[in-house]
């Protein structure tokens, strides 16, 4: 919790990602039937006060230091790792940024979680996600039997709580049932603050005005998963 509210995501979003994007609070968001997210959960407001309180309450040590690895090339992301850094310095949370290659990042996150640990990495950065989709793909992040290196649980969250309401999720079709089950759940992921919750992006498109009927997706690698519905005017 302390990391999130360090962070001016509001100032970010405007000043550097051009207010191309929205803070999120939870995993739960652009669900199928509903662009938004859940009501009711904590926004983090950016409050480095409240981040020192809370760290001062769990006896946290200044001197400390944490790792946070990265893929290093993407200038937006270098940039954004910098002011992280150095908001959360602000704070009393001493982070430095080590660069690996694809591989390694790989290995750490996946290939190292053995014997019911985590795999060899204190933060990371990740994005990505299905977007749009049901609810339910995010099973594989934070269920416990999702834990890497079977899963995609990297940070090996567990809660029974959230694995029971996730099956009670996907064993119904009552859509209003389904939208209060995990509604739930994310309320509890927003209180256990599973990831540091950042934003999601807009995807921008440019499109030549002849192409008619393009509908841009939520997701830029399926650009053309529409394109049969294309045509271009004369």
């Known amino acids: 919790q302390a990391l999130i509210y360090a962070l001016d995501r509001e100032s970010i979003v405007k000043d550097i990602m051009l207010g191309q994007a929205t803070i999120i609070n939870s995993c739960f968001f ?65 982070v430095e940024l080590q660069s690996v290659d694809v591989p390694d990042y790989t290995n750490r996150l996946v290939s190292a979680a053995k014997d019911g640990k985590t795999g060899d990495f204190q933060l990371v950065i990740g994005s990505g996600g299905v977007m749009g989709q049901d609810p339910n793909v995010t099973t594989k992040y934070i269920t416990t039997a999702a834990a890497t290196p079977v899963g995609s649980n990297y940070n090996h969250y567990s809660n029974p709580q ?30 256990d603050a599973v990831w540091v919750f950042l934003w999601r992006l807009n995807s921008i498109y440019g499109v030549n005005k002849r192409v008619q009927n393009f509908k841009a997706p939520g997701h830029p690698g399926r650009v053309i998963s529409s394109a049969h519905k294309w045509w271009v005017a004369q």
Do not use: C
Request: charged share 25%.
């Open 162 to 191: 959230v694995d029971d309401l996730m099956v009670q999720g996907r064993a119904t079709n009552d859509l209003a049932k389904r939208k209060e089950i995990y509604t739930q759940i994310a309320k509890i992921v927003n209180d």
């Open 30 to 94: 652009g669900w199928k039937w509903d662009n938004g997210e859940p009501d009711g959960l904590n926004p983090y407001a950016f409050s480095p006060d409240k981040a020192k309180s809370l760290l001062s309450e769990a006896n946290w040590d200044p001197n400390t230091k944490i790792s946070s690895h990265y893929i290093p090339g993407d200038p937006l992301q270098d940039t954004l790792l910098n002011i992280f850094v150095q908001q959360w310095k602000d704070v009393g949370i001493n």
